[in-house]
């Protein structure tokens, strides 16, 4: 089975510094990889997802990732941190064959200082 | 409006009291899932289905049933509720073609 490893529960940065969130994941075939994000009280809402195509993925909301076949990792950035961006944020893969099964990291916490 | 619909939102029940939480979508997809979240464990996938009458087991499915009669949807029951499966329980939709999961509000259910 896939595994994902998000590195950091949680992460505080000020207003206006830049954003990382650390993701990795097992499989030695690349996967789909994808990052969501839940605001308070809410469900999980699509941020972006690697699924082959460019390395460097753009999101919604200013965030972006970098797939890395190297390292195996899918890190979320963003250049400057807003208020609005405080929020839970899930990396997650699915097998490229199947498509089927998903597997999700213990996501991260993102707090932002004003 | 495309959307995946839970109900109920929030649950409270005692343990054994068999109970079902429903999950609807009207993007006319074939494959559903179901997850349950846990603090410090990320989202889990329960079950899913790829289409009427098929479904499979995800990573944690004990204690729990799927059926899928319709496309529209696909109910999580629970035939004797345990305290530890008090969590947010959270539905799934997606085309088979597709790669991105459409989720609902989820449900909050505390077993008592």
């Known amino acids: 089975a896939q595994s994902v490893t998000q590195l950091g529960s949680h992460v505080s940065v000020s207003e206006g510094a830049l954003v990382l969130l650390r993701c990795n994941y097992s499989?030695?075939?690349?996967?789909?990889l994808f990052w969501y994000v839940q605001y308070p009280n809410q469900g999980l809402q699509l941020l972006l997802k690697y699924t082959s195509a460019a390395t460097l993925v753009k999101g919604i909301n200013g965030f972006e990732a970098e797939f890395k076949k190297s390292e195996t990792s899918f890190h979320l950035t963003k250049p400057s941190a807003h208020m609005s961006d405080a929020a839970e944020y899930f990396c997650?893969?699915?097998?490229?064959?199947?498509?089927?099964?998903?597997?999700f990291g213990t996501g991260t916490s993102l707090t932002v200082i004003p | 409006e495309a959307q995946v619909t839970q109900n109920p939102r929030y649950l409270i029940t005692v343990t054994g009291k068999k109970l079902t939480v429903t999950c609807s979508q009207n993007m006319n997809h074939e494959y559903m899932s179901w997850y349950r979240q846990d603090p410090g464990l990320g989202l889990r996938q329960i079950y899913y289905?790829?289409?009427?009458?098929?479904?499979d087991k995800g990573d944690v499915p004990e204690g729990y049933k799927v059926s899928r009669k319709e496309k529209r949807n696909f109910p999580l029951i629970l035939e004797s509720p345990s305290p530890n499966q008090t969590s947010l329980y959270f539905c799934?939709?997606?085309?088979?073609?597709?790669?991105?999961?459409?989720f609902g509000p989820g449900t909050r259910l505390t077993v008592l």
């Open positions: 289905s790829m289409n009427v009458e098929v479904t």
């Open positions: 997650a893969v699915s097998d490229r064959d199947t498509g089927n099964q998903f597997y």
């Open positions: 799934a939709s997606k085309g088979l073609a597709q790669d991105t999961q459409y």
């Open positions: 499989s030695s075939v690349p996967p789909y």
